[in-house]
């Protein structure tokens, strides 16, 4: 069920129109700013498994349609580097129909590996993809591949690109150079308003930032939502409960209120570990909390002090 999909009919029925091989899904496409009948689309070959996984090969490449999407030819040579590549992301601007630009994983370690036309991390292209180079080969614009690869060229800038990784990273050149912006931490997928260029919101592992002075200052709505691992509960009336948090510590809250209404945010607390482990309440005392972290860490928290210590088992091998 691998590939690319277009509807006719406004999604009530879809085709499958590129396909490469059950290894190798779909998972970026751009459409020509004045000419919809050309298209740009991203495969990646990638199989997962409970040990592991396996990035990249002879599946992952770029396609160029020219009919609409009926028929795909495969970008090859002219510039991209040589495969097995891995994940790739697309973007183009109306700012410059000709320009396109790849962010593209490859196999070249560059602590070990000269660096050459092969090494990169951004390709562009000027000529609509006939040709391209390599502009940058900064880890910062695709560090984690699979997790992230994402990047938006501005509507009315053809030189202002923004990526989506680790960091929000930005450039004002075309690609060959790049800062640190400041959208957040973990980002995931980027707008910008085609109409109102300076509106950029950006979706990262805490929520969304949100700027309307085109990145100078960011603006964060408290969302009311937590991605949550683990669960468990004490034997409280109401009874708590107690798990850890993406991108924060392990929390805790009452299943219930007894003030009538909804539970307020102020009813949750901090109970110590990270967003990896377990927060486990001893419902003996329940005032201990075992909270879990990376590499087995392990914080003993007390409800009644408030006071979070760690009791992980020595040696420490911490990250990094």
Request: aromatic fraction near 8%; include cysteine.
């Amino acid at each position: 069920e691998r590939g690319l999909y277009h509807t006719a009919d406004g999604g009530r029925t879809w085709d499958r129109v590129l396909f490469v091989d059950e290894h190798t899904g779909a998972v970026d496409v751009v459409m020509h700013p004045t000419n919809p009948r050309i298209l740009f689309a991203a495969t990646w070959q990638m199989r997962m498994a409970t040990w592991g996984r396996e990035s990249g090969g002879p599946g992952s490449a770029i396609w160029q349609s020219r009919d609409g999407g009926a028929t795909w030819a495969r970008l090859e040579g002219r510039g991209l580097p040589v495969g097995p590549v891995g994940k790739i992301g697309l973007a183009m601007t109306p700012d410059d129909p000709d320009r396109v630009y790849a962010l593209i994983e490859t196999n070249v370690n560059r602590e070990y590996a000269p660096l050459d036309e092969h090494a990169g991390v951004l390709w562009r292209s000027d000529d609509g993809g006939a040709s391209w180079r390599m502009v940058n080969a900064d880890h910062t614009l695709a560090q984690r591949p699979l997790y992230y690869t994402r990047m938006a060229a501005a509507p009315d800038d053809r030189d202002e690109l923004h990526f989506m990784s680790t960091r929000h990273a930005v450039s004002l050149d075309g690609g060959f150079t790049t800062e640190l912006g400041d959208a957040g931490g973990d980002n995931h997928d980027i707008w910008i308003d085609p109409l109102l260029p300076d509106r950029i919101i950006v979706g990262h592992d805490q929520g969304l930032s949100i700027t309307n002075t085109r990145g100078e200052s960011w603006y964060r709505p408290q969302l009311p939502i937590a991605q949550m691992y683990h669960v468990h509960t004490d034997t409280k009336i109401p009874y708590n409960l107690y798990g850890n948090r993406q991108d924060g510590p392990s929390y805790m809250g009452p299943s219930n209120t007894l003030t009538g209404g909804s539970i307020p945010l102020g009813a949750w607390r901090s109970v110590g570990g990270c967003e990896s482990g377990f927060a486990v309440p001893d419902t003996t005392t329940n005032d201990v909390v075992w909270s879990g972290c990376y590499e087995g860490i392990l914080d003993r928290h007390e409800l009644s002090t408030g006071i979070t210590r760690t009791v992980s088992v020595w040696p420490d091998n911490p990250e990094g």
